[in-house]
């Protein structure tokens, strides 16, 4: 299993990001995934999750109303579009499973906010 992640960079405080999870090796479509993200010193938390047809999705609290979930499953591909943005999501964002024997990480994609 691979899972790629893109789409970070530095943006100012209220900008947006779209990121991408590319997931290889494994039947996509059956799959709940989640976006995770950790922060210089921080323990690696989960931010979103979204079922394995996309029909139900869950946010943490500190990104509710402004991130958003998404999957292609025809593309084996999820997306975390990112609005808002805010210094404190300044963190590497990595994909994998939301619970359960999770896959080896990705490298992850770095997201910068400055104010």
């Known amino acids: 299993v691979q899972l790629v992640e893109s789409g970070g960079g530095l943006v100012q405080a209220g900008g947006s990001l779209r990121l991408s999870c590319a997931a290889s090796?494994?039947?996509?479509?059956?799959?709940?995934m989640a976006w995770y993200r950790q922060a210089p010193g921080k323990q690696r938390e989960l931010v979103a999750q979204?079922?394995?047809?996309?029909?139900?999705?869950n946010y943490a609290d500190s990104v509710k109303g402004r991130f958003t979930v998404s999957r292609d499953n025809a593309k084996n591909t999820m997306y975390l579009q990112m609005n808002s943005l805010k210094p404190e999501d300044t963190a590497v964002y990595y994909c994998?499973?939301?619970?359960?024997?999770?896959?080896?990480w990705g490298q992850g994609t770095q997201v910068a906010v400055s104010s």
């Open positions: 994998n499973k939301p619970d359960g024997l999770l896959y080896n």
């Open positions: 090796g494994m039947t996509f479509s059956r799959n709940d």
């Open positions: 979204i079922t394995s047809r996309g029909g139900r999705t």
